[in-house]
């Protein structure tokens, strides 16, 4: 089993930046990959960035060049740094661990205000 708490949603201006982490507990050793999803009102759950246990990372076209994923495996903690954000951006945003099965986080809110 693994544990995900998400933290650092709030109200920003576009524009801005922020930076949410995800604490990971409990079987982290088996922990594939992490990574961060969006959910939007009304629209499907989409990925916006995945770090693998070897420290690969890929991202949505939309966010490559403005957000980073990054983790301190000392903290057991994966970061999303998120800079240049639009109102697009808005949404709730869930972190997601991958060992033999997918866990996820309760959500953290973000919303980019124009």
Not at 1 to 8: D, F
Not at 36 to 42: C, I, K, N
């Amino acid at each position: 089993q693994v544990q995900l708490v998400e933290s650092g949603g709030v109200l920003v201006q576009a524009g801005g930046s922020l930076r949410l982490s995800c604490a990971a507990s409990g079987s982290i050793f088996s922990i594939a990959a992490m990574g961060w999803y969006r959910q939007a009102p009304g629209k499907q759950r989409e990925l916006v960035a995945r770090i693998t246990s070897g420290g690969s990372t890929n991202y949505a076209d939309s966010v490559k060049g403005r957000f980073t994923i990054s983790r301190d495996n000392a903290k057991n903690t994966v970061y999303l740094q998120m800079n240049s954000l639009k109102p697009e951006n808005t949404g709730v945003y869930y972190c997601n661990a991958f060992s033999l099965r997918h866990y996820w986080g309760q959500g953290t809110q973000v919303t980019v205000s124009s």
